[in-house]
């Protein structure tokens, strides 16, 4: 009975934290390291004929040349309306459209913005880190409520180790991709 409660704890903290990993690097997908990447506009919604809708779903977006993305809306009539709402957004590009596609030229970025940028990424990687240790302190909560059931206080402490063990590897994940995004940004 113990070990069925204790595997479900770690399938638990497991499933936290890949859940944490898989949102730092969404998180990272939508920093932008001075090539185009179509995933900056994930988080723009249009308004489709009364749906907001996201402009992956409403057009085709390609990368032109490395540093240029060419969104070509399905329905031609559209253009202003995604040009407006990526201008309201706040990827800091200006769109360009002649009437059928709109460019959007992604400019070399300066040292300082490369600075802020790896400060914003080191921000996200440790919010990342702060959340794998909260649910820690709740994986080691639900072992600390089986001492009550019959764990002894050996069987406790050895279950907060292996809790420590698992939170230790997903910390090292974290620094992995904080440390790819970093050499990403300051790639020149």
Known sequence: MENEILDTIYLELEDSLD???AHLKTEFNNIRAGRANPHILDKILVDYYGTP???MHMANVSVQEGRMLV???WDVSMVKAISKEIMASDIGITPSDDGRVIRL???QLTE???RELVKST???AEDAKVACRNARRD???AIRKLKNNGLSEDEVAGEEKEVQKVLDKYTAKVDALMDEKEKDIMQI
């Open 122 to 124: 080191k921000k996200l």
């Open 105 to 107: 030229t992604f400019p």
């Open 53 to 55: 809708t996201s402009i």
């Open 71 to 73: 969104i070509s809306p």
């Open 139 to 141: 994986a080691i909560d």
């Open 19 to 21: 859940k944490v990993i």
């Open 112 to 114: 300082d913005r490369r």
